[in-house]
Structure formats: C-alpha cells, structure tokens
C-alpha cells in the first residue's frame, strides 16, 4: 500500500478509551462465520478508530493471522497522537497506522479493504452522522467486503454489532444484527439495549425493537422456566424460542449460539 497523500480525515475526535482483548468476541464470531473473508492472496483488514492503544486493532490481525498469515492490517485513527503512539507497533508491508477518517479510501490509494471494523466509535457521534460515515467507509471496501459496526461495554463482556455487506452495485446491505456475551456476568436482554450500535440505540421505543426485546425477555423467562439453570443453556434455548415462536431469523447453528452469539439476519429497522 503506497503512503498516502495528506488529506483530512473526515469525523471528529472523540475518547480514546479501549481494553485489552475487548473485541475479542467481534474478532472470533468473524473467523467462526466468515473465514472465507480471510483467504486470499494477502487481504487488507482496516481497524478505523483503534483508540488511544492500539491492542484492539493488533489483537484482531493476531487472531486472524492464523487463517492467512499473510493478512494485512491497517488501523486508522483521527487523533494524531494515537497514530504516533502506535508508530513502534508496526511492521513493514503488514501492519501499518496512519492518520485517516471515514474517507478511508483517500488513505488507500485506490486499494479496497476485505473488512472493515469501525468499534466504538460511531457511539460518539450524532444519530445523523451514521449513514453518511458508513457509505464512506464502505468506498473503501472491495465488492463483497464487510463493514463491522459496534459497541461494547468497557471490558467487551457483551457486544452487538452490525454485519453489512457491499453488493455489486456498490450499495451497503445490512446482512445481521449480532449479539454476543461471554457469559462472566449475568446477562439480560435490557442490557443490550445500552450497546446497541447506533443506527438503532435511540429507537428502543420504536416498535420492531421495542417488540423483539419484549419476546426475547419472554422467550428466556420461558427457558429458564423449563429448568434450564446455566446461563449458557438458558441462551440457547431462548434464542430458539426467538426464532420458533416469534419467527426472527435467528442463526440458530449450536456452534454460534453456545459460544454466546445470536445473530439476527434481518435488519430490526427498516
Ligand atoms: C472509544 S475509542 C474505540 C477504540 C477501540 N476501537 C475499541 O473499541 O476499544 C474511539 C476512537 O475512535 C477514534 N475516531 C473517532 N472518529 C474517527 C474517525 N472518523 N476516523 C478514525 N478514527 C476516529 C477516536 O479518536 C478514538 O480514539
């Protein structure tokens, strides 16, 4: 990737704040369902906003490396002491942190990203910046690519995250909305509603979220019911429940759901 012409990153700063293996879950449920992503010749992963460290955007490219050790990362940030923070960190041709935005393709010179990861950063910006932000990113991401958008708590015990994908008419599909925990804290249902990426946390009183938190409250009150006393059982059956009675169209895959991810493949929003 040739260095880049300096060009204003589009966004705004905002805080910094990261942890050590907080996307953890966001990286493993990608090389659970989309490995594919992963293959290739030498494919380019972007982390836009890795945060005043740069051990999300590293931790991802480690995980991954082990279905390509070939992968490329780069990570971007808006803030310029971030980016020079994370300077000793890089190595020649793989990974790489520059100055950029949601422009990212003014960054990459005319090279497109397999995926691209934006966590925690569009929380920080006005309702209204959200579609503007993810069409931008997505005119940096290759035909077929996926954009991650997210938030998390703090310390990554609970994620949720949207899954887009670009079509070939370069177009930005939303293809799931994802849940996940790791089971270290008693999870609810209402919990979610304070990580939910940002297109849909305003809208909790909207109908289609307000009616599926209601059923997915129902559906685990009715596993827990039926005897189910772990937490991780209790996941699982309720997101069955989800699907078989309340008709979302719920992944309900054994692998996905007992690692503590639903995912629903269907936008809650129009
Ligand atoms: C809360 S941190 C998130 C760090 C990490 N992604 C995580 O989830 O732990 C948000 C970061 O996004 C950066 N940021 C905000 N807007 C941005 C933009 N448009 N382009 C690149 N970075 C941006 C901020 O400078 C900040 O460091």
């Known amino acids: 990737m040739p260095p880049s012409k300096r060009i204003r990153p589009i966004g705004q700063p905002t805080r910094g704040k990261t942890a050590l293996n907080r996307l953890?879950?966001?990286d493993v449920y990608i090389a659970l369902t989309r490995s594919a992503y992963l293959t290739g010749i030498?494919?380019?992963?972007?982390?836009?906003?890795?945060?005043?460290?740069?051990?999300?955007?590293?931790?991802?490219?480690?995980?991954?490396?082990?279905?390509?050790p070939n992968l490329r990362l780069?990570?971007?940030e808006i803030d310029p002491e971030r980016v020079a923070a994370a300077q000793p960190y890089s190595q020649p041709n793989v990974l790489d942190f520059r100055l950029g935005g949601f422009n990212l393709a003014d960054v990459l010179g005319g090279e497109k990203a397999t995926i691209i990861r934006a966590y925690n950063v569009l929380r920080q910006y006005d309702e209204e910046a959200v579609t503007d932000a993810l069409y931008k990113m997505a005119q940096g991401l290759t035909i077929g690519g996926i954009l991650i958008e997210g938030t998390s708590t703090p310390s990554g015990n609970i994620v949720a995250f949207d899954v887009y994908e670009k079509m070939t008419n370069g177009a930005l599909t939303h293809r799931e909305l994802v849940f996940g925990?790791?089971?270290?804290?008693?999870?609810?249902?209402?919990?979610?509603?304070a990580i939910l990426p940002k297109r849909l946390i305003h809208h909790m009183q909207d109908e289609g979220p307000a009616?599926?938190?209601?059923?997915w409250q129902h559906s685990l009150r009715l596993?827990?019911?039926?005897?189910?006393?772990?937490?991780r059982q209790q996941w699982q059956l309720a997101a069955h429940f989800l699907h078989q009675r309340?008709?979302?169209?719920?992944?309900?895959?054994?692998?996905?759901?007992?690692?503590?991810y639903m995912g629903i493949q269907a936008s809650l929003l129009p």
């Open 74 to 76: 780069l990570g971007l």
């Open 42 to 68: 030498s494919p380019l992963v972007v982390d836009v906003g890795y945060g005043a460290q740069a051990w999300t955007a590293i931790e991802m490219w480690e995980r991954w490396l082990s279905f390509n």
């Open 181 to 193: 925990t790791n089971f270290r804290q008693l999870v609810t249902p209402l919990q979610f509603q």
């Open 223 to 231: 596993a827990k019911s039926m005897g189910q006393t772990g937490q």
């Open 211 to 215: 009616a599926f938190f209601e059923a």
């Open 246 to 260: 309340f008709g979302y169209p719920i992944d309900v895959r054994r692998r996905i759901l007992r690692r503590g």
């Open 24 to 26: 953890r879950q966001v």
